[in-house]
């Protein structure tokens, strides 16, 4: 038994070279604490699923029971034929066609991402994304080793100036730029949205200097004010267009899509074959049994509402609370405000005060494929907690950003250190 552990420790040092590449998410790893009683979390990125009516989701989940011949068998990669088309009826009340064999079911949104990495990425070839993004798409894309090139955004989304100039640098013609990735509605983490004639620029310079665009939309119809925005797969079909049903029905099922043209679809499609031979049947069926079998748009409403007020609790909590030298961004839905500090207060640093003070989330350089910007800033999640909690939460977590402010302060009058 002795020399079987000696050959465990040893065959940690045969991983392949991209592992020790790849970064823990941070927000797994606050998990943990996130569970503790005495923690408000404003950390994750969960729904709020005690809002579910259990009759639809007991409905939805008999209805893949009883279709059990299908439910419990392995199916096609593609998934469900069924369920795409749920999905395709979904997407055209927000000025989507798609055809539901040119779909291809994933477990979540996640395994898209790690898809289309998978397909399209060499190491060295070049992503373009916002910088902040999702740190799970990071983590998804730097297993194929990839550049990632981030571009700055405002209220307006991506700056389309930044990116112009980046993408002159990059080359028209260049083979190793593949994809730009973009969460143009209430991107996670910033809570910004990408205006409509910004969308229909990216959509002009992905055709001029050959980059494809891989937009994301898990927050899409989570709108709390402001009018629709037109997803750009709606604007031009050669968009690869991901979705879930994460935040409008269950996260825990792991069922999300990717819509793209047939050519592209076909070569997913091999990627995935290797990665798990085919989805869940059962999470698929109750997918769509819960979207054509119950009053879903309904319950939507409720999560909107939820949400709003819980948004609208930590909007009011921040200018009470926060200091003048902290900015944030002022989502119209979604689920994420992105704060930043001066640049002297390390967000990551002061994560082990906040715990004691009974509150955490997610440090802003996890949003960054380096790690090295962002470290002022921090995500805060408005989903989850309750209006009271949010208000405790934003409290305390602003106690512990006066008291570097005061240090901070304190060494500026001692002279040990200068403005």
């Known amino acids: 038994m002795k020399d079987a552990h000696i050959r465990f420790e040893t065959a940690t040092d045969k991983v392949a070279t991209r592992i020790t590449k790849m970064r823990p998410s941070a927000v797994r790893m606050l998990f943990a604490a996130a569970t503790r009683p005495d923690i408000i979390s404003l950390a994750g990125g969960m729904p709020d699923v005690s809002l579910l009516p259990k009759t639809a989701v007991r ?3 008999r209805a893949a029971i009883d279709a059990q011949a299908i439910t ?7 998934g469900l034929l069924e369920t795409a088309q749920v999905f395709c009826d979904i997407v055209r009340d927000v000025g989507i066609r798609h055809k539901p064999e040119n779909v291809i079911i994933t477990t979540g949104a996640q395994e898209a991402l790690d898809l289309i990495a998978k397909t399209f990425c060499d190491p060295g070839d070049i992503i373009i994304t916002e910088g902040p993004t999702y740190l799970g798409a990071l983590q998804a894309f730097s297993a194929y080793e990839p550049e990632v090139h981030t571009i700055g955004f405002d209220e307006e989304g991506m700056r389309m100036d930044l990116l112009e100039a980046e993408l002159e640098r990059i080359g028209k013609g260049n083979p190793r730029l593949k994809f730009c990735y973009t969460i143009p509605n209430f991107q996670n983490p910033g809570g910004v949205t990408m205006s409509p004639d910004r969308r229909k620029r990216l959509i002009e310079l992905s055709h001029e200097y050959d980059f494809i665009i891989v937009e ?3 927050y899409g119809r989570l709108r709390y004010e402001g009018g629709h925005c037109l997803p750009m797969r709606a604007l ?3 968009v690869i267009y991901l979705g879930t049903i994460s935040k409008m029905f269950a996260a825990g099922l792991r069922v999300g899509w ?4 047939p050519g592209v679809t076909a070569k997913i499609n091999l990627a995935k074959q290797g990665t798990d031979l085919c989805g869940s049947m059962f999470d698929q069926k109750m997918a769509a049994a819960y979207f054509t079998e119950t009053a879903w748009q309904h319950t939507l409403q ?8 819980r948004r609208r609790a930590m909007m009011d909590a921040l200018e009470e609370f926060f200091p003048p030298e902290a900015t944030w961004t002022h989502p119209e839905g979604g689920f994420f405000v992105w704060v930043t500090l001066p640049a002297y207060v390390d967000a990551n640093s002061m994560l082990a005060e906040a715990l004691d003070h009974g509150v955490i989330y997610t440090p802003g350089d996890s949003f960054y494929p380096d790690g090295k910007a962002g470290r002022n800033c921090m995500r805060l999640n408005f989903s989850y907690p309750s209006p009271e909690d949010i208000r405790e939460a934003i409290r305390r977590l602003a106690e512990v950003i006066e008291d570097r402010l005061e240090l901070y302060r304190a060494f500026i009058k001692a002279g040990a250190i200068s403005e």
């Open 302 to 309: 409720k999560f909107i509402k939820t949400y709003d007020k």
């Open 59 to 61: 409905k939805a989940a």
């Open 72 to 78: 419990l068998q392995y199916g096609g990669t593609n």
């Open 236 to 238: 031009d079909e050669s």
């Open 216 to 218: 994301d939309d898990p």
């Open 258 to 261: 990717i819509m793209a043209p």
